[in-house]
T-cell receptor, first 114, second 114 residues
């Protein structure tokens, strides 16, 4: 049971570098999300997608981009890394349904920008 | 917009005792879902319990139960027979209808003391 998987688990970037955080789910969920969690804080929504080809901004989208070409994959792109993007990033997918609506999380990616 | 408030930033409980974590929310929706997630030091987000707003019966999962008061918009989590492994951050979350994303509270840090 893979569920939601994220790679890499850890990454250190230099200011100005770019990277893509990968997220894959094997549960055929239409809805997927990216959150960031700063130290000692709750989760803030970056971007989300309600299906392949459809994405929308969340609360803190600046500095990030996403794409959703397939149901399974929802990568998050950082173009010019900044120290303010040091955080733990969580991907999630959502199973919808009247009695089963639940959101499942990946294990997270810890990103440090120096 | 929906909001979720957790008024207790930190709590502690003796092993084997019972503790209650508070959560209130604000919404104009009638149909929605409420969740408690646990985040141990590993940072993994683990679903503890879910409640459907249209169900009057409080959800239970082994040692975890909720007190759902729809009119008061209150959703507290009770942990019975607390164990050292219950030490974690606990997040209350609200999920509205349609494609609205999960909204989190700021979390309560629970420490179980031997």
């Amino acid at each position: 049971n893979a569920g939601v998987t994220q790679t890499p688990k850890f990454r250190i970037l230099k200011i100005g570098q770019s990277m893509t955080l990968q997220c894959t789910q094997d549960m055929n969920h239409n809805y997927m999300y990216w959150y960031r969690q700063d130290p000692g804080m709750g989760l803030k929504l970056i971007y989300y997608s309600v299906g392949a080809g459809i994405t929308d901004k969340g609360e803190v989208p600046n500095g990030y981009n996403v794409s959703r070409s397939t149901t399974e994959d929802f990568p998050l792109r950082l173009e010019l890394a900044a120290p303010s993007q040091t955080s733990v990033y969580f991907c999630a997918s959502r199973k919808t349904g009247s009695s089963t609506d639940t959101q499942y999380f990946g294990p997270g990616t810890r990103l440090t920008v120096l | 917009a929906q909001t979720v408030t957790q008024s207790q930033p930190e709590m502690s409980v003796q092993e084997a005792e019972t503790v209650t974590l508070s959560c209130t929310y604000d919404t104009s929706e009638n149909n929605y879902y409420l969740f408690w997630y646990k985040q141990p030091p590993s940072r993994q987000m683990i679903l503890v319990i879910r409640q459907e707003a249209y169900k009057q019966q409080n959800a239970t999962e082994n040692r975890f139960s909720v007190n759902f008061q729809k009119a008061a918009k209150s959703f507290s989590l009770k942990i019975s027979d607390s164990q050292l492994g219950d030490t974690a951050m606990y997040f209350c979350a609200f999920l509205g209808p349609g494609n609205t994303p999960l909204v989190f509270g700021k979390g309560t840090r629970l420490s179980v003391i031997a």
